[in-house]
């Protein structure tokens, strides 16, 4: 009866194999998060489920003034066609305030030619060196704050490109008094082998987490794909300079506005996010910035990530009991869950060209992530933009290195 009551048994690791021993207990360990990471996918499956269910709900006669904030540094072949989808929204009174530090920086040729090719838009290009923190794209929204003229803010990064709806389904939730932020998902078009490989996280990973998060509690934070903002808002959480030394600026805006008693809001509107042809180099040190941002932010969220990898402890546990049969139905269960999740949230809920491609390969791609879930735990120091930088543990940069000129084309992120 012990023996069929005890699933280390059933692992093949009995009592007198000497199960209690430093192996019996790293089994133990790893059934253990085998069936939590099997639970939080289906879980994520259900969250996903539920937010395709939503209606949208659009009232066309609601359609407040907007004022589009735009941060600029540097650019690259896709910056035009990025730029330019904001210029066409099927919206009656919005207004485009582009935001650049530097006279020379390689984005200002883009800029004035989105200016020139769309003049019954209303668009404004300010370069200021202003300077409220380490972080120059909050330096750029300030800048740009200074010309808006309407109470709706919509801030969005220059790697975003959007449909002419945009603007007319993203504010629809402030027809709500309470809710203060609007925030969106994204899906990924990339450039190349490397930028496909980074990006098949983010719809079978990130973003599953951050619907399980809007489920259970409801979104706590903003993503920079898309910020919808009360000007009224922002002034009571301490503007733009409360945020100016932080990595995750974008976070800290939905987590303060959250913290003010206002709700945070995860749109129904998926946005694209275009990342260019990058070198591996790049998009490593890219994913490790995120990773230690991430682990600052949400320190408990980020160490609780370790009951998301499945594949590896189910993988794991299949090793340590030599190939025991419920190990191989673990396996199983766990890599077919896995798959399942990364199906519903990349393919069916956000329709993301790399997972409707790749989405199979979501549980190979664990072992990478996993790898940089470590690596965020060794250190403090990143590299963005060609300068380097130490986050302190309240999330704040500090930079140790001069910053580098926008004169040159580099990447967006």
């Known amino acids: 009866m012990t023996y069929l009551l005890n699933p280390l048994c059933d692992l093949g690791l009995t009592p007198e194999m000497g199960w209690e021993s430093a192996g019996g207990y790293g089994a133990a360990l790893m059934l253990m998060l085998c069936l939590t990471a099997i639970a939080y996918y289906s879980y994520a499956i259900h969250a996903a489920v539920v937010f395709l269910k939503q209606e949208a709900g659009i009232d066309h006669d609601f359609h407040p003034p907007v004022s589009i904030l735009k941060p600029i540094c540097g650019f690259d072949e896709q910056t035009y066609a990025n730029l330019a989808s904001f210029c066409q929204q099927d919206y009656p009174n919005y207004q485009i305030i582009f935001g650049v530090q530097e006279l020379h920086d390689s984005s200002m040729e883009v800029v004035k030619q989105i200016i020139r090719d769309f003049p019954e838009v209303d668009i404004q290009l300010i370069v200021n060196d202003r300077t409220l923190g380490t972080n120059r794209k909050v330096n750029n929204l300030a800048s740009a704050l200074a010309r808006a003229s309407h109470d709706v803010l919509v801030l969005a990064d220059s790697d975003v490109r959007v449909g002419p709806d945009y603007l007319q389904q993203v504010v629809q939730p ?51 794909s898309t910020i919808v903002i009360r000007r009224s808002v922002l002034e009571e959480i301490g503007g733009f300079k409360a945020i100016a030394n932080f990595l995750a600026d974008d976070f800290q805006l939905g987590h303060l506005s959250a913290q003010a008693g206002y709700q945070v809001v995860l749109s129904r509107y998926i946005v694209d996010h275009i990342l260019p042809e990058d070198t591996l180099i790049n998009a490593l040190q ?128």
């Open 174 to 224: 402030l027809k709500n008094p309470q809710v203060g932020v609007i925030t969106c998902l994204y899906r990924s078009i990339p450039q190349g082998w490397v930028a496909t490989l980074e990006s098949l996280h983010t719809p079978t990973a990130f973003h599953p987490g951050v619907l399980v998060s809007n489920h259970l509690e409801g979104a706590k934070f903003a993503m920079g």
């Open 286 to 413: 890219r994913q490790i910035r995120w990773a230690i941002g991430i682990r600052v932010s949400r320190s408990w969220g980020y160490v609780g990530l370790i009951f998301s990898y499945g594949t590896l402890a189910s993988t794991v546990l299949l090793l340590m009991t030599d190939g025991a049969f419920l190990s191989w139905m673990l396996w199983g269960l766990a890599w077919g869950s896995r798959v399942t999740m990364a199906w519903i949230v990349g393919v069916r809920c956000l329709q993301d060209p790399v997972a409707k491609s790749w989405f199979w390969l979501s549980p190979v791609r664990d072992f990478l992530s996993f790898a940089l879930w470590i690596y965020g735990f060794l250190g403090n120091t990143f590299h963005w933009r060609g300068q380097l930088f130490r986050l302190t543990r309240q999330g704040e940069m500090v930079p140790l290195t001069p910053r580098l000129s926008n004169r040159v084309k580099f990447s967006p992120r």
